[in-house]
């Protein structure tokens, strides 16, 4: 139960702070800028690496609790109750930044200003369509996987695992923030979809399937390196 919390907690604070950003710099608060959004995503998973990962892993992710357990680190329950855990982090860390928008008088609604949700084609920043979205965000997620699998397969890794994935995440922000909103995340996705309904609710499909196939195939890929290939 302690791991399945932190997971919840994890995620909750990740979408609160990764999505908050993206709140106020659309809010015009602030001047983030992509920089300081990818910052803010980064930054908080490194927080919550050193806060829970000796205690669930600190997967915050569907994508990676999917990854972990087709490269036989997680069993099938427990991916399935992380990722309910995550999905349900996700919802409440949007819910609070919906309640702090409606606390402010400066920001707007969540309606005008959005909740750091994802999109492709009008949705993008770049006008990016459907198949760019699939294609990046399955890359991305892909790269970040492989990455995560590297880090904790060694010891001498191990330790530093929470700032390079952290600054992993940065990177991947970085590019992916002005073509997806930068997902690489289903629950990250899903929970501001929920809330605002319309358009984002009807693309979010993009941001849980890209990156549960990009985690499946690093998943894949890494078995295949380290001969361990499973069926």
């Known amino acids: 139960m302690r791991r399945y919390m932190s997971e919840m907690i994890g995620t909750f604070v990740f979408v609160l702070f990764g999505c908050g950003s993206i709140v106020l710099q659309g809010g015009n608060l602030v001047n983030l ?5 990818a910052i803010a995503f980064g930054f908080s998973f490194i927080a919550m690496a050193y806060a829970i990962g000796n205690i669930s892993g600190c997967h915050i992710n569907p994508a990676v609790s999917l990854a972990m357990y087709m490269t036989r680190n997680l069993s099938l329950r427990d991916f399935f109750i992380y990722s309910i855990c995550q999905f349900i982090g996700g919802i409440l860390g949007t819910g609070v930044l919906i309640s702090i928008i409606n606390l402010s008088i400066n920001i707007g609604t969540a309606a005008e200003i959005g909740l750091g949700q994802n999109g492709y084609g009008t949705a993008s920043m770049v006008g990016l369509g459907l198949l760019g979205a699939l294609i990046v965000e399955f890359i991305f997620t892909f790269v970040y996987v492989i990455a995560l699998l590297g880090v904790l397969s060694y010891d001498r890794t191990n330790h530093l695992g929470g700032i390079i994935l952290g ?18 995340n289903p629950a990250r996705s899903l929970a501001p979809a929920v809330y605002l309904g319309g358009t984002a609710l009807r693309q979010v499909w993009v941001f849980i ?7 499946a195939g690093a998943a894949v890929f890494w078995n295949f390196m380290t001969k361990e290939l499973t069926i």
């Open 33 to 37: 800028g992509n920089l300081g959004i």
């Open 167 to 184: 600054l992993t995440l940065v990177a991947i922000y970085i590019l992916a923030i002005p073509l997806t909103g930068g997902s690489i």
């Open 209 to 215: 399937i890209a990156p549960f196939a990009g985690a």
